[in-house]
């Protein structure tokens, strides 16, 4: 996406103002503990993104980016607390500038400001894991399985999948659920309309017999099928509309006999059990306080899940991340899940009383209807009550929130009220006490009320289809969604798996080149298991070390981050990271960030100067891409090296008459690269147990190794009869013991008159020739083509060249055999 | 199907996964009208709300 030029800090953080030139390229910033690396790594993810996540993480508090964004000086005027980046965009071959300050973060000063840069600073917004710190690191390595799927989920923006994912599913479920009380309604209208036609199945055969004997009474020609479209009355007279309306006997005594049976259900000792039960169960969770206000906040959350849309809060307008909003509501759902299954256990003992709640309903609602037609007409107020009493206790069981609501309601309706059954009993005595209608009333009254209830049937019918079309595509929708984006998912798991097991290898391939690891998705966790030596997987803590764990979290970061950025991962912000490395391994990880992120811009912080230098080293960072930071004051900000040349600044030091400080310089240095080179060249120095090994002990070994490898390769290049190369390296060897001899290094151990501490003594003129001849002399370790440090190849076993990391060098060791 | 890439070459992984289902739920034999809706509701609108989802995935027939 991006690669930073500049960046400029004022007044943020602990910088008070700093420029920084990192001209595109690999950087890194060098300083002990405390002296603002780390600012400028805030600055960095602040200019880019509009926040700093080291003050908006976990466990901030009160800590806020407004608040605590500016010096601490400066804290009062946030517009004072600015940074800007000058940044390439390698795609449209543009330089952009990009300027906020704290005192509105969210809006950044972009020029230019056209529709393409525009889009891809958006991008660059949308993925602020390009910063990552050490605490980060940890996250995708030793977190519990279900923290490092939120992470690695966070980390490839899956959230979104997920949230579909869980939407899809609540939908198929809700789908489901709507089917129960609607198959309930299709029974209930087919028994009752069995009851109406006085038959006991539901059959299109026993239906047209029983509707067609009633015709056959009324003189009525058969019907020889029951459609959809089918009336069993077909062909009847209407009522006259005078006619007053009246009870059909034999269709009401059946509706009253169901009736009792239904209140005689509710009374029975199976449905008194089941009530005791799930009064308890509800009891016990209305007692407890905790799961009380889990119950209610579950229920609140979830609907408030589906609610979360637009970009601010429907109630205060407070603008929201909707990402965070989700994933924090999210959280809190899952930690509920106790609570959900206590509430899922209810509701499996609740259904069979809603059933039997519906049925009273339902057929005291048809009983009641007869009430008024009797003669006298029966008062039928209890039962209608204890009808609605019923609806309303449907609903509240269906809800169950809130608890005591649902325990009154199953306290108030366990037992039916006398008032209820004498209206029942009223109702029948009145209905009993009717006349027999003759066989063409009977006929009529059965075929009217079949006919009402036929249509009521097929009303439930058609809702029922529709209902399990919806939820049949709800259902094949969800798990579609799942299939798919589980198999997306399972594809990308194992491409960054190799991914990161390939890169893993690339830096402990002295030990681990038979490395492996598995990425384990299952049920929204994500296994993390590593091979340890053949030995079996095991989580990357059971037996690696942390600093071997580290190094498996910035493979896993890199692995993962390729996956996702793909060629557009021209960008990554590594605070203290590499530092985490065990130190064997750090070479290596040099290596791999070169090699395989060849277009990846790294800006990197270490409070080790020595990891520098392996970055120098190892060509990770190239000319003046380091600043270090020598110490901090609230006033100043960082104080650093300008120039951190070491012969530049040695230099400068002879300018300055300040002998002492060049030579602690040349000292210092000398030390560090006399081991490196020793390391490089696998020069043979008198082991210490305390690895303190002195500059007289080392350089004189990588010198005297340096000849005899030159030694070892003219005897190579004459067993192989390659007359030219052996001039070149003849050439190379006495210019090599020139620059040698010149150094008097070797001596050291022989003549202490020319040993190194007694170069505070010399005056500028006597040691200013001292630090040419040490500057030539690490010039004939280097290769000319790429000016890297030379090797030897292999790391182990036995040599076979002298080469350099760009290949142009490359001395062969190995004689001719015979 | 092509790998889901915005902007230079950025994996957007969940318009890959949305991409991959709305592809296998043609397949599936699902209505091409409930194609069309997820694709707007997913994709052109990245609307994710359960509201949102389930006025893709019903339509207007949202009570039977």
Request: glycine content about 6%; charged content about 25%; aromatic content about 6%.
């Amino acid at each position: 996406m991006i690669r930073v030029e500049a960046i400029t800090i004022k007044e943020f953080r602990g910088i008070r103002d700093l420029t920084l030139d990192f001209g595109g390229k690999n950087f890194v910033v060098c300083g002990p503990n405390g002296t603002g690396k780390s600012g400028v790594v805030d600055a960095l993810e602040f200019a880019l993104t509009g926040n700093v996540s080291r003050l908006s993480g976990e466990g901030m508090g009160e800590i806020s980016l407004k608040q605590h964004g500016p010096h601490v000086d400066r804290r009062n005027d946030p517009e004072k607390a600015r940074v800007t980046v000058r940044v390439t965009i390698p795609s449209l071959d543009k330089t952009v500038t990009l300027e906020r300050s704290l005192k509105d973060p969210a809006t950044a000063l972009v020029t230019p400001r056209d529709p393409a840069v525009m889009a891809v600073l958006r991008q660059v917004k949308a993925h602020p894991e390009i910063v990552l710190s050490r605490r980060e690191l940890i996250r995708y390595v030793l977190a519990t399985p279900g923290k490092r799927a939120e992470e690695v989920q966070a980390l490839l923006h899956l959230d979104q999948v997920e949230q579909v994912r869980v939407g899809l599913q609540k939908i198929a479920n809700s789908c489901e659920k709507q089917l129960i009380p609607l198959g309930g309604a299709v029974s209930q209208a087919r028994e009752n309309l069995l009851r109406a036609l006085e038959i006991s199945e539901f059959t299109r055969q026993k239906v047209l017999t029983a509707a067609n004997a009633h015709r056959a009474a009324l003189g009525l020609p058969p019907l020889t099928d029951l459609t959809e479209s089918t009336s069993l009355k077909d062909g009847m007279a209407a009522p006259a509309p005078t006619k007053p309306l009246r009870i059909p006997k034999t269709q009401a005594l059946a509706d009253l006999e169901t009736t009792r049976e239904a209140l005689a259900e509710i009374a029975s000792a199976a449905t008194t059990t089941r009530v005791a039960e799930v009064m308890a169960d509800l009891t016990a969770l209305a007692t407890d306080p905790a799961v009380v206000a889990g119950v209610k906040r579950e229920a609140f959350y979830a609907a408030g899940m589906g609610l979360i849309e637009g970009e601010a809060c429907p109630f205060c307008d407070a603008p929201w991340d909707l990402g965070e909003l989700r994933e924090h509501v999210q959280a809190k759902i899952d930690h509920l899940q106790e609570v959900s299954g206590k509430r899922a256990t209810a509701e499996r003992k609740i259904a069979p009383l809603l059933a039997t709640f519906r049925k009273v309903q339902a057929t005291i609602d048809i009983v009641v209807g007869y009430a008024p037609l009797a003669t006298p007409p029966v008062v039928s107020g209890a039962a209608s009550d204890y009808s609605a009493k019923c609806g309303i206790a449907v609903g509240q069981l269906v809800a169950l929130l809130p608890l005591g609501d649902t325990i009154a309601i199953l306290r108030d309706l366990a037992a039916v009220p006398q008032a209820v059954l004498d209206t029942i009993g009223e109702i029948y005595r009145a209905v009993a006490a009717l006349p027999e209608p003759t066989k063409q009333d009977a006929a009529r009254d059965s075929l009217t009320v079949a006919q009402e209830r036929l249509e009521v049937g097929r009303e439930a019918m058609r809702k029922q289809k529709i209902a399990k079309e919806q939820a049949q595509r709800a259902r094949q929708v969800s798990d579609l969604y799942t299939k798919t984006s589980d198999a997306v998912l399972a594809g990308i798991y194992a491409a960054v798996e190799k991914d990161f097991a390939s890169l893993y290898r690339c830096v402990n391939r002295d030990d681990e080149d038979k490395f492996a690891a598995h990425l384990t998705p299952s049920m929204g966790k994500l296994g993390f298991d590593v091979d340890f030596y053949g030995r079996g997987f095991f989580p990357p803590g059971a037996y690696h070390s942390e600093g071997h764990q580290d190094g498996m979290g910035v493979c896993l970061y890199l692995g993962l981050m390729r996956h996702l950025q793909g060629s557009a991962f021209t960008l990554a912000v590594l605070d203290d990271v590499l530092m985490s490395v065990d130190a064997g391994h750090r070479r290596e990880v040099c290596t791999l960030l070169k090699k395989q992120f060849p277009n990846t811009q790294f800006i990197m912080t270490t409070h080790d100067p020595i990891w520098l230098r392996h970055m120098k080293a190892e060509k990770l960072i190239e000319g003046r891409a380091a600043v270090q930071f020598r110490g901090w004051t609230v006033d100043q900000g960082p104080t650093r090296w300008d120039d951190w040349d070491v012969w530049k600044e040695i230099d400068d030091y002879l300018a300055q008459n300040n002998v002492r400080a060049a030579a602690a310089l040349l000292r210092h240095y000398l030390e560090y690269m006399s081991a490196e080179l020793c390391h490089r060249l696998r020069a043979p120095v008198e082991f210490r147990g305390d690895a303190r090994y002195e500059l007289g002990e080392l350089l004189p070994a990588a010198v005297s190794r340096l000849r005899k490898l030159y030694s070892k390769a003219k005897e190579a290049a004459s067993s192989w009869n390659q007359k030219e190369a052996l001039g070149r390296l003849s050439a190379a060897a006495s210019d090599f013991a020139r620059l040698a001899d010149a150094s008097n290094a070797e001596q050291w151990q022989l003549n202490a008159a020319v040993h190194y501490n007694s170069w505070d003594n010399l005056g500028k003129e006597d040691f200013a020739p001292v630090v040419k001849a040490f500057r030539q002399l690490l010039g004939a370790f280097v290769c000319k083509d790429c000016g890297g440090y030379v090797r030897v190849s292999p790391d182990r076993e036995t040599p076979e060249s002298l080469r350099c990391e760009c290949g142009k060098t490359n001395i062969n060791l190995h004689k001719k055999s015979g | 199907m092509t790998t889901a890439l915005i902007a230079e070459g950025t994996r957007d992984v969940p318009t890959q996964v949305f991409q991959k289902f709305l592809q296998a739920l043609g397949e599936a034999g699902a209505g091409v009208e409930l194609v069309v809706r997820l694709q707007k509701t997913l994709i052109e609108e990245r609307a994710f709300s359960e509201r949102a989802l389930k006025q893709a995935v019903l339509g207007e027939e949202s009570q039977p």
